[in-house]
Structure formats: structure tokens, C-alpha cells
């Protein structure tokens, strides 16, 4: 299952996998604020990358990280060139300020990436987990977040959000083409 929609030349789109799978420069994580791993997507990433990761994160970012931004660092044994760590927001009722934060979690990642030369990012479903976000409002934040990062800059040339069930990706994909139609 693939989708996509070209903004000024450059390419938003779905897959439906796994995140530690994707040829890209840089992944995404769903960290939490303490950096310190967790289960869901970040269990993955530091299985697959391997120690020196998390190593790095406690080296350069002891204080963590604050919900609603992202720190990058190296690989390890994946094959992006970077991860970027992104706190979202944990779910509580909408109104604490939970879709601004997962607003600005998703900016600071196409941020970091541009600043760190990446062509191309793929994000997971951030918030979605554990953290309980309501995938169809988180959706179109990130989709719309993205298409909005790309009318103003010319990098990345593929954001790529990888969903990890049929559902998510059906979820992703109506609100793909809620920005695509008219
Ligand atoms: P959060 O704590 O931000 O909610 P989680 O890691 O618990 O983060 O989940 C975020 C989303 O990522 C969920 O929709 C989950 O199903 C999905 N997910 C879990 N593992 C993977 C993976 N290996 N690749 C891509 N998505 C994943």
C-alpha cells in the first residue's frame, strides 16, 4: 500500500511497514520527554540501531527533551543517516494544548532535518501508542503540518509517514486526500 501527493515538487507519502525498515536519511521517534526508551516505536529503534544511540542521547541531551520539540542524533546500525527524537503530546481531553504541541513536534523533526541536509524523513504515527492520540485528529495535524512545511521550503524532498496497521494507513490516507480535494 502506497500513496502520495506532490506540494511544490516535493512528495508527502503513506506506507504502510515498519519505520526501523525505511531507506531514508532520517527516522523518526516517538520518544518520550526523559529520552530514556520505551516500548511501541522507540523499542524498536534502539533494538535495531543498537546502543550506541541511546549513548548519544544521554551524552548530548542529559536534560531530555520537552514535549512538543525533538533532538536528533546518529543511527547507529539503521540505515537512516540520523534519528530524530520527537516528544508528542500525551492525549489527555483536546483542549491542553495537545494539538499545538504535536504541531510543533512534527515542525521541529522537518526542521532538524533541513538544518541537518536530509532529502528525506519518514515519520511513524507520533502520539498514536501509548500516548493515546486519537489517530484520525493526529492525521490530519501531521499531514497538514507537512504540506504546510513544504509550501515554505524547498527540503526534504520526501516526507514519508510509515503506518504500522491497515487502519492508521486508511486514517492517514483520508486525511491525504482531504488536503488533495478541492
Ligand atoms: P507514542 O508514545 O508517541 O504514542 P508509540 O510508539 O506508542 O508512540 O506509537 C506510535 C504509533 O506508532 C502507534 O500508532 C503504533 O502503532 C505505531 N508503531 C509501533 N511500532 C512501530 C514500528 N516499528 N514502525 C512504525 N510504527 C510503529
Redesign the pocket.
Known amino acids: 500500500m502506497s500513496e502520495r501527493y506532490v506540494v511544490n515538487g516535493q512528495t508527502i507519502e503513506l506506507v504502510l511497514?515498519?519505520?526501523?525498515d525505511q531507506d531514508v536519511d532520517a527516522i523518526v521517534n516517538?520518544?518520550?520527554s526523559h529520552l530514556a526508551g520505551?516500548?511501541?516505536?522507540?523499542?524498536?529503534?534502539h533494538r535495531r540501531g543498537g546502543p550506541s544511540i541511546m549513548a548519544e542521547t544521554r551524552r548530548k541531551y542529559p536534560d531530555g527533551c520537552p514535549t512538543g520539540s525533538a533532538v536528533i542524533s546518529t543511527a547507529g546500525e539503521l540505515s537512516a543517516r540520523f534519528v530524530i527524537h520527537a516528544v508528542?503530546p500525551?492525549w489527555n481531553d483536546g483542549n491542553s494544548g495537545e494539538p499545538a504541541l504535536l504541531a510543533s513536534a512534527h515542525q521541529c523533526c522537518l526542521e532538524l532535518a533541513v538544518k541537518s541536509g536530509c532529502r528525506s524523513i519518514a515519520f511513524?504515527?507520533?502520539?498514536?501508542?501509548?500516548?493515546?492520540?486519537p489517530?484520525d485528529k493526529a492525521a490530519a495535524i501531521a499531514i497538514g503540518t507537512s504540506a504546510q512545511f513544504l509550501r515554505e521550503h524547498s527540503t526534504p524532498n520526501i516526507i514519508r509517514f510509515?503506518?504500522?496497521?491497515p487502519n492508521?494507513y486508511e486514517t492517514f490516507a483520508t486525511a491525504l486526500r482531504s488536503i488533495t480535494t478541492p
Open positions: 511497514g515498519d519505520i526501523t516517538a520518544a518520550n520505551g516500548a511501541g516505536v522507540d523499542g524498536a529503534i508528542g500525551i511513524p504515527a507520533i502520539s498514536t501508542g501509548v500516548y493515546r492520540y489517530v510509515v503506518l504500522f496497521s492508521a
